[in-house]
């Protein structure tokens, strides 16, 4: 079925470091991208989305890229700082459903050490 | 702008019962949806609804009742509490639907006991 994997579950780097996390969807069809943070007892906020007519999108020290021919999106934070220390969930937005759910990844648990 | 609240923020009950919860937005969205969040699982849809009066399963819909009388309120309700549906449910709404931006509430824990 539809499906998303996420890894790694857990990422640990120094501050200013960079950071990856890398999705994989199953649903070719899918075209619609986001990334939200999860701070501790808050609900999931949007920090940066990608559809599948760009490649490339960044924001600050936000990126994220979408290669479709492997079904894989990933998401660069650079210059880490320990603010961004938080879960991270990827989604994918499967078009063939026709109405907006997402299926997500099981989340990152990123650390910033100071 | 209070944009979107859930009510309550912790619940305890016990198995059995019956146990409702509340998600309201002030953004007229016309999407709104229901998911749960366990560890290991990220967060699985449990309904959504893309206007008053319409609804529909996600992937987890077992156990679980909405209704959408008005646009602005997407109540969720545990017929009957198990311990399986101990989790943390996150209500989000959004505008429309296939690629808009969904915007979450700050959860309600649940504990069944």
């Known amino acids: 079925g539809e499906n998303v994997e996420q890894h790694p579950s857990t990422l640990s780097v120094q501050e200013g470091d960079s950071a990856v996390i890398k999705c994989t969807y199953s649903?070719?069809?899918?075209?619609?991208f986001p990334w939200y943070k999860q701070e501790l007892g808050k609900g999931p906020q949007l920090i940066i989305d990608?559809?599948?007519?760009?490649g490339e999108k960044k924001d600050q020290r936000i990126a994220v890229t979408l290669n479709k021919t492997a079904k894989h999106f990933s998401l660069h934070i650079t210059e880490t700082q320990p603010e961004d220390s938080a879960v991270y969930f990827c989604?994918?937005?499967?078009?063939?459903?026709?109405?907006?759910?997402?299926?997500f990844g099981q989340g990152t648990t990123l650390q910033v050490k100071p | 702008d209070a944009g979107i609240t859930q009510s309550p923020r912790y619940k305890i009950t016990e198995t059995g019962r019956q146990v409702t919860l509340m998600c309201h937005q002030t953004?007229?969205?016309?999407?709104m949806f229901w998911y749960r969040q366990d560890l290991g699982h990220g967060l699985r849809l449990i309904y959504y609804s893309a206007a008053a009066d319409i609804t529909d399963k996600g992937e987890v819909p077992d156990g679980y009742v909405v209704s959408r009388s008005k646009t602005e309120n997407f109540p969720l309700t545990l017929e009957s509490a198990t311990r399986s549906q101990t989790s943390v449910y996150f209500c989000a709404s959004a505008i429309g639907g296939p690629g808009e931006t969904q915007y979450f509430g700050p959860g309600t824990r649940l504990l069944v006991l």
């Open positions: 953004w007229s969205h016309s999407y």
């Open positions: 649903d070719s069809a899918s075209n619609y």
């Open positions: 989604a994918a937005s499967m078009s063939s459903s026709n109405t907006g759910k997402l299926i």
């Open positions: 990608i559809r599948s007519n760009v």
